[in-house]
């Protein structure tokens, strides 16, 4: 009965959160961010795009290969430009990366490992987020007027996001990264992650505001971590919200919160357009040369997750 109710919940809330904002804050900061999109804006953001792409992809490459499904850079690099765009442009925020897992699970014959590799990368990403986030959380003193309760609140918050990262490595990640695998990993998930920052900066001079590096990061960091939430309309939601809070109580205003996380929405899916081009030019990619065939077993079908997609955790590039 949930399952069933829950995209409708989620639209729901994720409207609401919306319908707040253009309350409190007016149309004006969001009509403010479809304006301030410029060329070299257009421009750097799809050669960031590039970059954390490639960067993920490779990722997605060094887990498979771990899980003996190899893949090559380049295949994997069009099918990730692809899940980016179908995650950025249908529902549920996860279609993309569902469908790309099925896909290389089907082309391999051994469904639980490629639906497993997919997970793994995109969960390293997430560890390596929250990883940042926690440091940020309990580093930045200045983060104390941003959330409710000040420095205890911090700590909280710091103390529950390092303990849920830990436990679900210790659940998904064991035994499938060993130390030759595992650095790799991190490294290019912390590659991802100067990506997405670099975008959201990009996204807030775009948007006219002129405040410190140093002053932005920290905001930015912690509202990529929020993107992750799952009520949210096409991305948009819970990111504009924490945007207006942090940088109202941040000193920046909280219309500019907004027009910043506006602008920035608009340039994940542009990065993402070149998927349109694997989308209507190549079609359905023969994994078949690239990843050789390999036998099912029982232990290769034991997943860490349903390969059945549902709602959650956007695995969006918004949320690395």
């Known amino acids: 009965m949930f399952n069933r109710i829950w995209p409708w919940l989620k639209l729901l809330v994720g409207a609401g959160i919306l319908g707040v904002l253009v309350w409190r804050v007016g149309s004006g900061a969001f009509l403010a961010g479809l304006r301030a999109i410029d060329g070299p804006a257009l421009a750097a953001a799809l050669v960031i795009g590039l970059a954390t792409t490639v960067a993920s992809a490779w990722r997605w490459c060094l887990v498979a290969r771990r899980l003996g499904l190899p893949l090559k850079l380049g295949e994997a690099v069009t099918e990730y430009y692809r899940a980016l765009l179908l995650n950025a442009v249908l529902p549920a925020g996860v279609l993309g990366d569902v469908h790309r897992a099925v896909s290389h699970g089907q082309q391999s014959g051994a469904m639980g490992r490629g639906v497993r590799a997919v997970f793994l990368e995109r969960f390293a990403g997430q560890v390596v987020l929250i990883a940042v986030a926690v440091v940020v959380l309990l580093a ?111 000193g920046l205003g909280a219309a500019h919160g907004v027009t910043a996380a506006v602008v920035y929405g608009v340039l994940t899916l542009v990065a993402a357009l070149p998927g349109a081009l694997v989308l209507f030019l190549r079609g359905q990619p023969n994994r078949a040369r690239c990843v050789p065939k390999v036998a099912t077993s029982a232990a290769s079908t034991s997943l860490p997750l349903p390969a059945v997609a549902r709602e959650g955790r956007p695995m969006t590039p918004d949320s690395v």
């Not at 710091?158 to 990264?177: D, E, H, S």
């Not at 590096?213 to 990529?224: G, K, N, Q, R, S």
């Open 140 to 250: 930045d003193p200045g983060l104390a007027g941003v959330l409710p309760g000040g420095d205890t609140a911090i700590a909280v918050v710091g103390v529950v996001l390092a303990a849920g990262a830990l436990a679900a490595a210790a659940r998904w990640g064991r035994g499938l990264l060993d130390r030759s695998t595992l650095p790799g990993v991190m490294l290019l998930s912390a590659l991802t992650v100067v990506g997405h920052v670099t975008m959201y900066l990009v996204a807030i001079r775009a948007s006219g505001l002129h405040a410190p590096v140093t002053t932005l990061v920290p905001l930015v960091v912690l509202t990529l971590l929020v993107m992750g939430l799952p009520v949210n309309i096409g991305g948009y939601g819970p990111r504009e919200a924490f945007a207006a809070v942090a940088f109202g109580a941040a």
